[in-house]
């Protein structure tokens, strides 16, 4: 079993900057995948970015050059940069471990882009 938290959300302008954090507990020694989704009221959750444990990213399209996945393996978090924020980035942003083909959830994080 492992366990992810969030934090980090809010409100800000757009153009602003924001950084989520998500730490992991439980069975970390087995997570090999950690990652961010998002999801709007009335839609499917979306890839954001994921960070495989020796490193590797991948984003989805609109994300890139946009937001920063990275990762602490000794600390067992996982952070979200996310700048040049946009009213459309504005959603419900979950934090996930992979461990094997199981998904471990975090509660969500709400990020609200807005003037």
């Known amino acids: 079993q492992v366990q992810v938290v969030e934090s980090g959300g809010g409100l800000v302008q757009p153009g602003g900057s924001l950084r989520l954090s998500c730490a992991a507990s439980?069975?970390?020694?087995?997570?090999?995948?950690m990652g961010w989704y998002r999801q709007v009221p009335g839609k499917q959750r979306e890839l954001v970015a994921r960070i495989t444990v020796s490193g590797s990213t991948n984003y989805a399209d609109s994300m890139k050059g946009r937001f920063t996945i990275s990762r602490d393996n000794a600390k067992n978090t996982v952070s979200l940069q996310m700048n040049s924020l946009k009213p459309e980035d504005t959603a419900v942003y979950y934090c996930v471990a992979g461990v094997g083909f199981i998904n471990y959830w975090g509660k969500g994080t709400l990020v609200t882009v807005s003037s």
């Open positions: 439980g069975s970390i020694s087995a997570i090999n995948l």
